[in-house]
């Protein structure tokens, strides 16, 4: 499950994705609109945190998959860039 709380620790927290694979948080872009989730295989997904745009539906989106293990997605201050390490 992917859960956002408040940094203030005030207030109820909400579950933004709930999914039967663990997915680990690891980026949220600037704007808030996206979430980088990333599995131990290293495969990266973006997650819609508004779902304004999407009808209701907050869905992951496949990133590319790396053949290389992929690790520490970072999204850039513009939003433009998504930064990661990898094997290769």
């Given at each position: 499950?992917v859960?956002?709380?408040p940094?203030?620790?005030?207030?109820?927290?909400?579950?933004?994705?709930?999914?039967?694979?663990?997915?680990?948080?690891?980026?949220?872009?600037?704007?808030?609109?996206?979430?980088?989730?990333?599995?131990?295989?290293?495969?990266?997904?973006?997650?819609?945190?508004?779902?304004?745009?999407?009808?209701?539906?907050?869905?992951?989106?496949?990133?590319?998959?790396?053949?290389?293990?992929?690790?520490?997605?970072?999204?850039?201050?513009?939003?433009?860039?998504?930064?990661?390490?990898?094997?290769?």
């Open positions: 499950m859960i956002e709380r940094a203030s620790g005030i207030g109820k927290e909400a579950v933004l994705y709930h999914s039967a694979i663990m997915l680990y948080a690891q980026s949220w872009s600037r704007d808030g609109r996206w979430l980088v989730l990333a599995e131990a295989s290293g495969s990266f997904y973006l997650l819609p945190v508004s779902t304004e745009a999407l009808g209701g539906e907050r869905k992951p989106i496949p990133f590319a998959e790396s053949p290389a293990g992929s690790r520490h997605p970072s999204v850039s201050a513009d939003g433009l860039w998504l930064l990661y390490s990898s094997e290769w």
